[in-house]
């Protein structure tokens, strides 16, 4: 993988770790498992759906909104299939009750191996966004949000929603 500087191999080599934890906890639990309530009150397929929603904006936002390229349409961002809560325009960014209950919702209508297949996409995007922030970005407001730390932040709150029986 090329990076465009040496604050994004930093960051995206302790995502890295991050996911291994992720997809470890997800072994751990199996397909089964994927259906069982986390602590939180969602399944752990809803939770990873969650997961995947948030990784998936990576591309979005660090490619539009914070270095003002052209607005990504939302069809081409979006990895689930229902955006209807959101519209163009709108300040998504503080309606995340919003997105979490259309990514549960989602989730529900979707099997284990989908949830999966989605969330492997959105690890895949966010870690190739994140490989071309350059060192001066990552010294302002991208690497605020978008560092391995905050990403891995956001992880672990999560992995500790799983609860007894989930090697995390």
């Not at 500087?5 to 751990?28: F, N, T």
């Not at 990552?138 to 730390?149: P, R």
């Amino acid at each position: 993988m090329n990076f465009a500087g040496q604050w994004a191999e930093g960051e995206v080599r302790s995502l890295e770790e991050c996911w291994r934890r992720i997809w470890a906890a997800i072994d751990s639990l199996g397909i089964e498992g994927m259906k069982r309530p986390t602590t939180a009150g969602w399944t752990a397929k809803e939770m990873f759906a969650h997961l995947a929603f948030w990784e998936e904006t990576a591309v979005p936002v660090i490619k539009s909104m914070l270095r003002g390229g052209p607005e990504v349409p939302l069809h081409e961002w979006y990895g689930g299939d229902d955006l209807v809560d959101l519209s163009p325009g709108q300040d998504w960014s503080h309606t995340t009750h919003i997105h979490n209950a259309r990514e549960a919702r989602w989730a529900r209508a979707h099997s284990p191996e989908e949830i999966l297949d989605r969330l492997r996409k959105a690890q895949h995007s966010s870690v190739q966004v994140i490989s071309t922030i350059t060192d001066e970005e990552g010294k302002g407001v991208i690497g605020k949000y978008w560092s391995g730390a905050a990403r891995c932040a956001h992880f672990e709150e999560h992995l500790g929603e799983l609860g007894e029986g989930a090697e995390v």
